[in-house]
Each structure stands twice: as structure tokens, then as C-alpha cells.
């Protein structure tokens, strides 16, 4: 299996900054949401996913400061595909520098709100890596 994963790099805004001059800690939770939609805009699955997709566990760590206009890459992989939920993990490093923080984020499928329910096989798919459609 070859889990899907996907990089982008952001550069730390002023207002992205809080009273201490390093990087609020809710930025490192938006760019793993932006990282979550990049990877499933890259797999086809975008269209169907959000709005389905609640958190169901959260968990970040931060390891070095970010300064503003410091230069950012994250990368964002699927490492496991449940039944009914899949789990990502996530990397934030300094280009061309240390590692500054990360985490995990798990998410079921709910395409109706209500409990959640096991993957559509082809969403299953395209998760999983075993999707061999070209998603374009």
C-alpha cells in the first residue's frame, strides 16, 4: 500500500503571530486543514469528503518557534484507513531547517451527520492508495 500524502509551503503572516512574536498556535492546525484539503483535491476525493469528514481526535505538539515571515513546509499523509475512519499525520519544518511541529488528526466518515459508518469502497480506495483511477 502507498498512503497518500501531499506537501505545501506557507509563509508565517503578521497576523499569524501572537503577543510573543512566534506563531499562534491555531496556525499549525489551519495548515494541516489546508494540507487535508490539498490531499484529498490530489486523490479526487474533495467533492465528496468535506462536509462528511468531522475530527474526531486532534493532537499537536510544537517543537521549535516561527517567526514572521519565516518560510514553512508541510507535509500531510494518511498513515491508517479504518472502517469507518481514517488518521493523517502531519509535519511542519522550516525550509531549510528544523522540524517546528506536527501532529495526528482522525477523521470518520458521516456523510449524513449522524454516527459514523464504514468507507465507501472507492473512497476506501483513493484513501488507502490502492486507487489506481487517474483522479483527473
Do not use: K
Not at 509563509?11 to 489546508?34: F, G, K, P, S, Y
Request: aromatic share 8%; glycine share 8%.
Amino acid at each position: 500500500m502507498n498512503l497518500p500524502s501531499v506537501s505545501l509551503r506557507r509563509r508565517l503572516q503578521w497576523m499569524d503571530t501572537d503577543a510573543a512574536d512566534r506563531w499562534h498556535h491555531a496556525v499549525l492546525i489551519r495548515w494541516a486543514e489546508e494540507g487535508e484539503a490539498e490531499l484529498h483535491r490530489a486523490i479526487g476525493v474533495i467533492d465528496e469528503t468535506f462536509g462528511a469528514t468531522p475530527r474526531v481526535a486532534l493532537s499537536l505538539d510544537y517543537s521549535a518557534p516561527v517567526r514572521f515571515d519565516d518560510e514553512v513546509e508541510i507535509t500531510f499523509a494518511v498513515t491508517r484507513v479504518g472502517r469507518t475512519s481514517v488518521t493523517y499525520a502531519f509535519e511542519a519544518t522550516l525550509v531549510d531547517g528544523p522540524r517546528v511541529g506536527g501532529g495526528e488528526v482522525v477523521t470518520v466518515w458521516s456523510p449524513d451527520g449522524a454516527a459514523p459508518r464504514p468507507w465507501p469502497d472507492h473512497l476506501r480506495a483513493a484513501l488507502d492508495g490502492t486507487d489506481d483511477r487517474d483522479p483527473d
